[in-house]
């Protein structure tokens, strides 16, 4: 079993920062890729970035490129989604996901709780 908890959302205006965080915890997480995700009410939940454990291979959705970074820092167990100039648009629920070897993103094996970025003009 593996725990996901998200903190860092919250209410910002367009150009700013944000810093997603997500600790995880339970056997054998540095297996699984790590991806983060978000939905808005009424769309398809997009996979916005993703990352493997050794920092070595990431993703990016071509609308967050450029803006977002995703990153680990191993030695505490936590992924980061670095939000830079935020759009309106970012707004959304984030969360975080754990997907295992065999899995696919549509499907991850583990999922956050989520948390809320607003993002007033």
């Known amino acids: 079993q593996v725990q996901l908890v998200e903190s860092g959302g919250g209410l910002v205006q367009a150009g700013d920062s944000l810093r997603l965080s997500c600790a995880a915890s339970?056997?054998?997480?540095?297996?699984?890729?790590m991806g983060w995700f978000r939905q808005v009410p009424g769309k398809e939940r997009e996979l916005v970035a993703a990352?493997?454990?050794?920092?070595?291979?990431?993703y990016y959705a071509d609308s967050v490129k450029g803006r977002f970074t995703v990153s680990t820092v191993n030695a505490k167990n936590t992924v980061y989604l670095q939000m830079n100039s935020l759009k309106p648009e970012d707004m959304a629920v984030y969360s975080c996901?754990?997907?295992?070897?065999?899995?696919?993103?549509?499907?991850?094996?583990?999922w956050g709780q989520g948390t809320q970025v607003t993002v007033s003009s």
């Open positions: 990352v493997s454990w050794s920092g070595g291979s990431t």
């Open positions: 996901a754990a997907k295992g070897v065999g899995s696919s993103w549509n499907a991850p094996d583990y």
């Open positions: 339970g056997r054998t997480f540095s297996r699984f890729r």
